[in-house]
């Protein structure tokens, strides 16, 4: 997959990443050989990690073979759990993708299950990674680490600038441990363990509950019921906050890439650009769109707006690939609405 266009054929080296690694790990790392790395990717089963299958399976990366692993799997805050899988995969590199996810609302709830959560599993999945030799590990943050009063755009140097916003601090506050575990690993032990920091992130097989998923799944079900029941489509709050969005495809060839090619272990943004941030009622007029709604639309101003923006720069990301092309938003918009109402019954919601 060439990451500069959508769907090309891949043209980065193939050499395994952790062949070294690996030759040089416990034996437990040995499946992965010099010619082949098994990745491990957690959150195999979720919207980024699906995304990442489709590419990797209609586009074969040579010299790697991949392991998509789910709760079903082994459930991550159970650290013996994660031995096993680690033993049962022999992972020569992992990708974390896996994390307890939901949108404000659910962070405003749920707070102390977003932070135990996703500490149990990251520190069980870094220090496996550690035991076992891998020393390849990309895990996830998100710009909701950011601090909540700074100036924009935000960039990877300011992850512990200042307290987050407030509704989500369980998630962002356990976010942020990744990036001090990441610095304490590499420096006590010679790791390459690094991070990438997603915007808001949508596209099929995301979480299309409307009282815990992220605002675009949230209102593409909403949007979908009042127009099956004939009824206003609410949206929460006041419609003026900014977000910027990115494709669950773009964000798997970005994540390929990050495995593959990024040397730093220093994270990296992985976000559209700057002008590409849109405001919620932007994106309810999109989905109304791509919906072919034509009721009427509703701004409920008692339910919170959370952060105004968390406008993140991708200069980092751009130096690397200047010419990577982000799928147009309504494009993918349109894409994710109708997977959503031709998998109905079946969708997570
Ligand atoms: P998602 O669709 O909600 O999927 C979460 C994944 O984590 C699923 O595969 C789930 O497995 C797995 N998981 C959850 N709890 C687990 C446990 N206890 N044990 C094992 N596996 C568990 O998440 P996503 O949106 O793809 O997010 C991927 C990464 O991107 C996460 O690290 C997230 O923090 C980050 N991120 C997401 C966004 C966004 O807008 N979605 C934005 C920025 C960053 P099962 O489904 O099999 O239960
Ligand atoms: P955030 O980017 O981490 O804040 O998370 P979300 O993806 O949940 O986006 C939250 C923003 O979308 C806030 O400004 C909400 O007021 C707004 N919003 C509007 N309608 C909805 C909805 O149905 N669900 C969610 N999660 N947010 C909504």
Redesign the pocket.
Known sequence: MDPSSNGAPLSIAAAPIDAAAAANATPAAAASSPTKTVVLV?????????ALREIVEADPVEGYEWYF??????????AAAVAALFDRVKPGACL???????GLFANMTHRVEFWR??V??QDAVMHCCHERGVRRLV??????VFPDKTTYPIDETMIHDGPPHSSNEG?AYA?RMVDVQNRMYNSQHGHEFTAV??????GK???FSVSDG?VIPGLIHKCYLAKKNGEAFVVSGSGKPLRQFVF?KDLARLMLWTLREYKETDPIILSVDEEDEVSIADVANAIVSAMDFKGEVVFDTSRADGQFKKTASNKKLRKYLPDFKFTPFEDALKETVEWFVANYETV?K
């Open positions: 957690t959150g195999g089963t979720g919207l980024v990690g699906q692993a789910g709760s079903k799997d082994a459930d991550l805050t159970d974390h993708l896996a994390a307890y996810v939901g959560r996703n149990a599993m895990s996830c943050l998100s710009t909701c998630y976010k920091i997603p915007t808001n992130i949508f097989f995301d979480n992220h669950s997570r």
